[in-house]
């Protein structure tokens, strides 16, 4: 699908991260942009910024889904392309012990659900709720597409660390809805991929003690550094274009593997 001003495209988590960084690449060019974020401050700023339309959204809750679509929609029309980015993280063992008392906890379940909920489900409703309005577009040429639904999951799906057993939760159903969603939309024309991002320069690495993140990247191979918001968002652009990737996931770590902590 060409990136122009003739679609419109949808971005979760559009206010910071990698979800701002992809929000400001399709506006340069040329895309209508609509961003879903919390934040309504900086999602206000960033949308005026790129002349694109804020909606204050939470992605895990139906009926908040449901008016940001009817906002967005109303300016910049039926999207073509939908983008989750929205998500949080947190750190928490399936079951752990105090050191000072020794106390044995169990995960808490209401962190667990609300990771689960924002993550997982919130990128679920997002992309049902698009496939759904993309269902009723007249389909482009020459391959008859509707539409393109890219998920942000993460290396976590696939080498979780101690204590993300939520996040790596989250993240690794987001990459199993890959195939069966590709399949669900295949004859409507709509093609889903999934990128999971390694580390990345985002604000929530950004709060990382720098020893943590030399940690870290001492596991990426080459180049040897965290990844750039705008390196993520060249990936989605790429995969809007490239009509014949569907169904896929890819890895965007610069070869890292997540040590166990």
Request: hydrophobic share 40%; proline share 3%; with cysteine.
């Amino acid at each position: 699908m060409e990136l122009s001003n003739q679609v419109s495209a949808i971005v979760t988590g559009g206010a910071s991260g990698l979800g701002e960084g992809t929000a400001r690449l399709f506006a340069e060019r040329g895309v209508k942009v609509g961003i879903f974020d919390m934040n309504e401050e900086r999602g206000e700023m960033v949308a005026k910024e790129i002349g694109g339309v804020f909606a204050k959204v939470n992605v895990a809750d139906n009926d908040s889904v449901d008016a940001g679509f009817e906002k967005i929609r109303a300016v910049n029309g039926q999207e073509r392309i939908m983008i989750n980015c929205a998500g949080i993280g947190g750190a928490m063992k399936t079951a752990s012990r105090k050191r000072d008392t020794g106390e044995i906890l169990a995960h808490d379940v209401e962190t667990y659900i609300r990771i689960i909920n924002i993550n997982l489900i919130g990128s679920f409703l997002c992309a049902s709720k698009s496939a759904a309005g993309m269902m009723a577009l007249e389909p482009t040429e020459p391959d008859g597409e509707r539409g393109v639904i890219i998920n942000t999951a993460s290396v976590a799906a696939q080498d979780g660390q101690i204590g993300q057993v939520a996040y790596s939760s989250s993240k690794g159903g987001i990459l199993a809805m890959a195939l069966p969603m590709a399949r669900d939309l295949a004859r409507e024309g709509i093609r889903v991929n999934t990128i999971l991002p390694g580390f990345f320069e985002t604000p929530i690495y950004g709060q990382m003690k720098p020893e943590v993140k030399d940690n870290l990247r001492a596991h990426v191979q080459f180049p040897n550094r965290f990844g750039t918001m705008r390196e993520y968002a060249d990936l989605a652009a790429t995969l809007v274009e490239q009509v014949y990737i569907n169904a896929e996931y890819i890895r965007a770590d610069a070869g890292a593997r997540m040590p166990p902590r």
